[in-house]
Structures are given as structure tokens and as C-alpha cells.
């Protein structure tokens, strides 16, 4: 069993910045690590991720502004989130995606709230 464990997160205003980081238990290294996050009544939505090997995705909303970054060693992954906006506002989930053991497993951290105020 993986369990996802974040750190971050809180309140900033428009422009600020602020860093998410996420620590995967167990010996095996993710496939894919990312951020995911759901703002009150909406769908929860990809912000970023990276593959093991160094291949990122990011929403469009995002790019530009934030930054993900991997350590496979230690199977974490951050996000640096720059030049906030209010719209940003949502719980931020990290998920760790996982091949090894047949069909894909995903693994979600506890959610950490980013407000933005404008």
C-alpha cells in the first residue's frame, strides 16, 4: 500500500507564491507523479505531472506559473506555484500513478487548501 503524504499550501495574495510537496511511501518509484485540484463545485482537474522519465504536462491555465519537479530517489514531488490568482483557490491533491503491479493504481494524498485573495 502507497500512501501520499503533502505539505503546504495556506493563504497568499494575487501574485504571491506558495510551494506544495508530496512524499510517496514504499519501494517502488511512481510512473507518474502529479497535482490534481477541485475548486467547491467543480470537477477535479490535472494542474501538472511528470513521468519517471522527465516528461511534464501542465493545464494551460498553469503554464507559465507553475512549476512541478520530481525526485525519484526519494519518490517526491513539489509544486511551485507562482503569480497566484484568485481563480487558483481549490484543495490541491497529489497522485502517484502505478504500472508495476498490472493495471494502473492511483494513489491520492490528503488534499491541502490553497486560497488565493484578491
Known amino acids: 500500500q502507497v500512501q501520499l503524504v503533502q505539505s503546504g499550501g495556506g493563504l497568499v495574495q494575487a501574485g504571491g507564491s506558495l510551494r506544495l510537496s508530496c512524499a510517496a511511501s514504499?519501494?517502488?518509484?511512481?510512473?507518474?507523479m502529479g497535482w490534481y485540484r477541485q475548486a467547491p463545485g467543480k470537477q477535479r482537474e490535472l494542474v501538472a505531472s511528470?513521468?519517471?522519465?522527465?516528461?511534464?504536462n501542465y493545464a494551460d491555465s498553469v503554464k507559465g506559473r507553475f512549476t512541478i519537479s520530481r525526485d525519484n530517489a526519494k519518490n517526491t514531488v513539489s509544486l511551485q506555484m507562482n503569480s497566484l490568482k484568485p481563480e487558483d483557490t481549490a484543495v490541491y491533491y497529489c497522485?502517484?500513478?502505478?504500472?508495476?503491479?498490472?493495471?494502473?493504481?492511483?494513489?491520492w494524498g490528503q488534499g491541502t487548501q490553497v486560497t488565493v485573495s484578491s
Open positions: 514504499g519501494s517502488f518509484r511512481a510512473d507518474v
Open positions: 497522485n502517484a500513478v502505478y504500472w508495476i503491479w498490472g493495471p494502473r493504481r492511483d494513489y
Open positions: 511528470q513521468t519517471n522519465d522527465g516528461i511534464t
